[in-house]
């Protein structure tokens, strides 16, 4: 595998991950822009956008968008985050040049108000159906009672009011701030003709507006800890959210970290998989992390019969106290380490799935490191390490929020 | 690329599968046992789920921890499952540890510990499950669409009943385990990057010796149609709407699967361009083909606030007849470079490709390679897909909705019986 990257003076950043004995080609826009980057009168407008970009250019309907992605047999869709927006399709390597034609000409979108509206009744369907599923907005609430008024408590989906109060102009203006040419690189993984996707690149993105993109303002976040219910007529079920604080995506602590929440709360295997889900206790009990470019948390999710919760919650406390009291096994570390490095080896198989692992370390720290090198880091851990990053993590207060049925 | 099945017939009836991918690191099995909840005795929902949970408790010379950390130490993922016919086991790994995962599940399927002492914690899952269902609706109306449309013992689902979970006792467990954990029925695939004749040499060892075959009655199948209403206080009201179709073992599958493909294939497919893109009814829309006991049927779904609830219904029940008017060449060309490219995508995965391999053996007895199935896709025409769809108008409907209203299915459709 060959590591390609490409940079003009005003063109967008290109980065080629090529596997020639690949049978696919993956292609991905990763644009910096998510939640944190609204304001809060149109909290929801990166996730819209993303939705948007597939509704028509000045050279294709929406319809045309649609019927390509699929003419060319492409696995394609888009995912907004906190930080970041990408769009991605995977095809065959004879389908390539299409696909990067259609992939980069939709960066573009015309943003016409006839599909503003419409696909606003879906965008307020998708909030209508995730606050049917469990566990009920209690992960965004956590987020909200955990960052206070910094922009990293923005729900990704947007709230009902911000998303039917918002017009088209507030996205064409946030698009024209966002999506421009050093805000966002092109990623592509597996068997790809390198040259003539620099070239088609380079020129499709002649024409794309020229300013710079405001940097994103680093305004280090507060946390704030507490506890807080969210009653729900209909739950059978008890759910509980927590955050702790956690460490940021380019932390030389990560790997110790990944370790440690796999030891402790992994969903088989772990600390918290024997005393609560082996034994019935709880239906899922986890613990992971989160990592942001300036800094990170760690989510914890419990699930269980609300007769049980107060047990099952006292049982955590005791796993991670006892985890900080007494640290961690060289036999659980080595498990732990296996684990997570199959686990490695068999998601990079897919030239896809490299797509995402390329792209999400060019987001982090513009550079990538080869698999092997990133399995060297997991085994260089020590369980001094893990108890280190235990510590300045687990030991601190956390955000909790519960979710509970009538009482 | 070449595709080649392996296929050894053990004299105890397992069937053994395997498709070498040399260009892969890992290797991924399947392991489907005859051992689904249609085989549960009356009064035991739940059994198949449980026993499945119980095997995985300790077997051969390690207990339930040992057993998981065995399978840690070598970086084997594994999953279980239960359908109506079968429980499975799943696994993928690095392709050197293969062996190593072979001999742990012969164990586990022959040689489980059943430990009573750990019963209770087995059935406590169970219930967890169970209630975790209750608080999905979206997952629910399918749960739920099973038991009506279904008759018993099909119509069970794999999370039982809180009655059938309450009921078992480790005799039942036992008993299920001796009954249906046997080879006749099993089916073993294996792809990746493997030796075969290594694989065969060790099975043979392992599971040669392996004896019995499960009594097999059952009654047909009869379908339940009309509508039934499950209250539920959501914003959304979740439809799941089923009809009758042509099963996987059909020889005009390929026509039903396409006519479904048609529907529900892709962000150009009718279902979502109509009902999503068009109107903004929904957030998701989908349809797809399932096959029980040599019945075929659609299932289609819709999530959306329950004021367009009635809309959402007209508009998909309106979609789905719309195949009547035709397929257009492009919407068929578009279903066909989908399907050819998806199987392309297989070959980067051992496990998506074990498990496909196990499914077709259940299902057809063999397994089409890509070529055939690129050309039956390649038979397909605009013609032969009309004349399927009016020779096989959607009948037998049944429909569930989760949500705070009902809904009834409109009067042509709820007569639309055989």
């Known amino acids: 595998m060959e590591l390609l990257t490409h940079k003009s003076e005003d063109g967008p950043e290109i980065v080629i991950l090529h596997d020639p004995a690949a049978f696919t080609a993956s292609f991905g826009w990763f644009v910096a822009t998510g939640a944190r980057d609204e304001l809060s009168e149109v909290a929801g407008v990166s996730h819209f956008l993303e939705h948007m970009v597939f509704k028509g250019t000045a050279r294709r309907s929406g319809e045309d968008v649609n019927r390509e992605l699929d003419h060319l047999g492409a696995q394609s869709n888009a995912f907004t985050a906190e930080d970041s927006t990408v769009f991605y399709a995977s095809v065959l390597p004879e389908c390539q040049a299409q696909a990067v034609d259609l992939l980069t000409d939709i960066m573009q979108p015309l943003l016409r108000e006839e599909d503003f509206e419409t696909e606003k009744q879906v965008i307020l369907e998708e909030i209508a159906m995730y606050d049917d599923q469990p566990p009920y907005g209690a992960f965004e609430r956590a987020s909200e009672l955990f960052f206070g008024d910094h922009a990293l408590a923005t729900r990704v989906l947007g709230t009902t009011e911000s998303v039917a109060d918002m017009t088209v102009a507030q996205m064409r203006e946030y698009h024209r701030q966002r999506y421009t040419k050093d805000n966002m690189f092109l990623i592509a993984s597996g068997n790809i003709n390198a040259s003539q996707l620099i070239d088609y690149v380079e020129e499709a993105c002649r024409e794309w507006p020229k300013h710079k993109t405001i940097s994103r303002p680093h305004v280090k976040p507060k946390f704030y800890f507490g506890e807080e219910l969210i009653e729900r007529e209909s739950t059978h079920q008890h759910y509980a959210v927590q955050v702790w604080p956690g460490v940021d995506c380019n932390h030389p602590e990560r790997y110790a970290l990944r370790l440690l929440c796999s030891i402790l709360a992994d969903d088989s295997g772990s600390r918290l998989f024997w005393e609560l889900i082996d034994t019935g206790r709880a239906e899922t009990a986890a613990i992971w992390p989160q990592m942001l470019e300036d800094c990170g948390c760690l989510l914890g999710y419990l699930c269980c019969a609300p007769e049980d919760a107060e047990e099952n919650e006292a049982i955590q406390r005791r796993v991670i106290e006892q985890t900080l009291r007494e640290g961690v096994t060289e036999k659980e570390i080595q498990l732990a380490r296996n684990k997570i490095t199959s686990s490695l080896i068999l998601s990079d198989e897919r030239p896809s799935n490299r797509l995402f692992a390329l792209g999400q370390a060019w987001f982090n720290r513009r550079s990538y490191e080869p698999l092997d090198v990133v399995l060297s880091r997991y085994a260089a851990v020590t369980a001094d390490d893990i108890m280190s990053i235990a510590e300045r993590t687990l030991r601190s207060d956390s955000a909790i929020i519960k979710v509970v049925g009538p009482s | ?418």
Request: with cysteine; glycine share 8%.
């Open chain 2, 1 to 418: 690329m070449n595709q080649k099945l392996l296929h050894r017939q053990f004299d105890n009836g397992l069937v053994l599968l395997g498709e070498h991918m040399p260009w892969l690191r890992s290797s991924a099995f399947s392991f489907l046992l005859p051992a689904g909840t249609c085989y549960e005795p009356e009064g035991h929902d739940g059994l198949a789920g449980m026993t499945s949970e119980m095997v995985q408790r300790g077997c051969g010379q390690l207990d339930s921890r040992q057993f998981l950390e065995e399978l840690d130490y070598h970086g084997i993922e594994r999953s279980s499952a239960i359908t109506t016919t079968h429980s499975s086991f799943s696994c993928a790994m690095p392709t050197e540890v293969l062996g190593h995962a072979l001999k742990l599940y012969s164990d586990l399927i022959r040689r489980p510990h059943l430990p009573a002492g750990q019963l209770e914690d087995a059935r406590a899952l169970g219930m967890q499950d169970l209630r975790a269902l209750d608080d999905e609706p979206s997952h629910r109306c399918f749960s739920e669409l099973k038991r009506f449309r279904y008759s018993q013992p099909f119509g069970r689902i794999s999370q039982g009943s809180e009655e059938g979970l309450a009921a078992i006792d480790i005799g039942d467990v036992q008993e299920f385990f001796g009954v249906n954990y046997k080879p006749t029925g099993s089916i073993l695939a294996v792809a990746g990057n493997f030796c075969w004749d290594e694989v065969c040499e060790l099975l043979d060892r392992e599971l040669g010796d392996w004896g019995g075959e499960p009594a097999r009655l059952l009654p047909p199948l009869r379908s339940t149609y009309g509508s039934l209403h499950v209250d539920h206080a959501s914003n959304q009201t979740h439809l799941a709407l089923a009809y009758d179709s042509a099963s996987y073992e059909s020889p005009e599958y390929y026509e039903a699967r396409a006519l479904v493909g048609v529907l529900s294939d892709g962000m150009s497919s009718r279902l979502f361009s109509e009902v999503r893109e068009k109107r903004g009814l929904v957030y998701s829309v989908f349809a797809n083909c399932f096959s029980l006991a040599g019945k075929g049927s659609v299932l289609c779904y819709a999530g959306t606030t329950t004021n367009r609830a009635e809309e959402t219904l007209h508009v998909l029940i309106e979609t789905v007849q719309s195949l009547g008017q035709g397929v257009s060449l492009d919407e068929l060309n578009r279903l066909k470079n989908r399907i050819k490219s998806s199987l392309v995508f297989e070959q980067e995965s051992s496990a998506a490709r074990s498990s496909q391999i196990a499914s077709d053996w259940f299902y057809l007895s063999r397994v089409p390679d890509r070529d055939e199935v690129c050309a039956k896709v390649d038979a397909l025409s605009c013609e032969s897909l009309l004349d399927h769809f009016q020779c096989n108008l959607p009948k037998n409907f049944s429909l569930v909705t989760v949500g705070s209203q009902p809904l009834e299915l409109p009067s042509g459709i709820v007569d639309a019986q055989e």
